[in-house]
């Protein structure tokens, strides 16, 4: 069994930029959701997508957006990068939207804003 | 708003010893309790979930107990490792949300000393 995988593994970019960020799910797994960890705190819930429609979304303005493909994976997009956008960006995946399915987590993306 | 939190944020004990690490939630709402383990430079590590009409629920070494009256969350680690050593996130999910939009709490580190 395949787990959460996510690309790239670090990445440093400029104020003002975007970054696309990339996972793949669980093998099995239909639900992705992401997630914002600064350091040294838990991770912020960002948004959800189940059969590629976001379906929850957590308090993060639009100019982060996802996208889910139809074999499951994601993307998460974020555009007009901030210097608070500095964190790393966690992706994870669970069987369905049913709320009481744990989420399998990724190693994440720590992206780097300058 | 309402979120997780926990009350120790540093918890060492030597190896062979019991652990607990404790957690209150502020949402009676919620229904749905997920532990996990975060290793430098890795994601969350699902542990051991509980949902909210059980008070106890066991796995291999560890033991999550809920106390729904004091919105009170603990995880017990038995003969605490030194591959236990991470820092572990409690987490809830609320009734009122569709899917698993989960909220973490900050953390607590649990180091073992040798």
């Known amino acids: 069994e395949t787990g959460v995988t996510q690309s790239p593994t670090h990445l440093i970019k400029t104020r003002g930029q975007q970054v696309t960020l990339r996972c793949s799910s669980q093998s099995g797994h239909n639900t992705v959701s992401w997630y914002q960890q600064a350091l040294g705190q838990g991770p912020q819930f960002i948004f959800q997508y189940y059969r590629e429609e976001e379906n929850g979304r957590g308090n993060f303005p639009p100019r982060f957006s996802g996208l889910q493909f139809p074999n499951y994976s994601s993307e998460l997009n974020v555009n007009a990068l901030e210097l608070d956008d500095s964190a790393l960006y966690l992706c994870?995946?669970?069987?369905?939207?049913?709320?009481?399915?744990?989420?399998?987590f990724g190693n994440g993306t720590r992206l780097t804003v300058t | 708003g309402e979120s997780v939190g926990l009350h120790l944020p540093t918890l060492s004990v030597q190896e062979g010893d019991n652990s607990i690490i404790n957690c209150a939630y502020s949402n009676s709402a919620s229904d749905y309790f997920i532990w996990y383990k975060q290793e430098s430079g890795k994601g969350p590590q699902f542990i051991i979930d509980?949902?909210?009409?059980?008070d106890k629920r066991q796995g291999q070494r560890v033991t999550v107990l809920l106390n729904k009256t004091v919105k009170h969350l603990s995880l017990q680690i038995a003969a605490t490792q030194p591959g236990d050593s991470a820092v572990y996130f409690c987490a809830e999910n609320f009734a009122l949300n569709a899917g698993n939009m989960l909220t973490f709490g900050g953390g607590t580190r649990l180091m073992v000393k040798p």
């Open positions: 509980i949902r909210s009409n059980m």
């Open positions: 994870a995946s669970s069987a369905g939207q049913v709320s009481n399915s744990p989420l399998h």
